[in-house]
């Protein structure tokens, strides 16, 4: 089973930057997307990102167009997201998930989860 941990988060002030990993055992992520996602308190969960396993796809929701960037080194079987002018919006529980070949519906192996808060 393929199992995936966040890392990185952290306090940051708005207009700082933050880069999330996201690191995968059990098998290597070569093969699938991955999904990054949010959720804030009160608030449904938000797709933020996507990257299909081969790259040529990728996913922003219109919040976070410009400002985030995703990539993914699979030699160190690790997803990121680089987070750049980061706003109070931002804050919330951020979530990688495990998806198909490209960057559909179905994602699995949740991470835990990794707390980002923007505020000054």
């Known amino acids: 089973q393929v199992q995936l941990v966040e890392s990185g988060g952290d306090l940051v002030q708005p207009g700082g930057s933050l880069r999330l990993s996201c690191a995968a055992s059990?098998?290597?992520?070569?093969?699938?997307?991955i999904g990054w996602f949010r959720q804030a308190p009160g608030k449904e969960r938000e797709r933020v990102s996507c990257i299909s396993s081969s790259e040529s796809s990728t996913f922003y929701a219109d919040s976070v167009k410009g400002r985030f960037t995703i990539s993914r080194d699979n030699a160190k079987n690790t997803v990121f997201l680089q987070m750049n002018s980061l706003k109070p919006e931002d804050t919330a529980v951020y979530y990688c998930?495990?998806?198909?070949?490209?960057?559909?519906?179905?994602?699995?192996?949740w991470g835990q989860g990794t707390q980002v808060t923007v505020s000054s």
């Open positions: 059990g098998s290597t992520l070569a093969y699938y997307a």
């Open positions: 998930a495990l998806g198909e070949l490209e960057c559909l519906s179905a994602f699995r192996n």
